[in-house]
Structure formats: C-alpha cells, structure tokens
C-alpha cells in the first residue's frame, strides 16, 4: 500500500510538471519561439502518452493478478 501511495504521488508530480511545461510552451508561441515551442510540446505529448500507457499496464496487470 505504502508503495501504491509513494507512487501515486510521483505520478501526480509528474504531471503537475508537464502542466508547467505545458504553460512554457504557450509562453513561447506567444513570444513567436514557435520553433522551440513546438518541439517541446512534441516531447511533453511523447512523455504524456508514454504515462498513459504505463499506467493502462498497470491496472491491466493489477486486474489479471
């Protein structure tokens, strides 16, 4: 259980940081950095694809035992 909540609470970390990441990219299209923005918003969606898929996994493998 311990190991369930310490995980719980990276994820959510982690997902708070795409979110201030999210914000920089806006900053930067705003700021016409629309080269750097866009890049950085690909690899915030690799990375937020990839903890969706970790986390179908997850409850996959919780589900069959």
Same mark, same amino acid.
């Given at each position: 259980?311990?190991?369930?909540?310490?995980?719980? $609470?990276? +994820? #959510?970390?982690?997902? @708070?940081?795409?979110?201030?990441?999210?914000?920089?990219?806006?900053?930067? /299209? $705003?700021? +016409? #950095?629309?080269?750097? @923005?866009?890049?950085?918003?690909?690899?915030?969606?690799?990375?937020?694809? /990839?903890?969706?898929?970790?986390?179908?996994?997850?409850?996959?493998?919780?589900?069959?035992?």
């Amino acid at each position: 259980m311990a190991l369930e909540d310490e995980a719980a $609470r990276y +994820r #959510k970390a982690a997902h @708070s940081a795409l979110d201030q990441i999210d914000w920089c990219v806006e900053y930067l /299209r $705003r700021i +016409r #950095k629309t080269t750097i @923005s866009r890049q950085l918003a690909r690899n915030t969606t690799a990375i937020r694809r /990839r903890m969706d898929e970790q986390a179908g996994d997850r409850v996959t493998r919780d589900r069959t035992g």
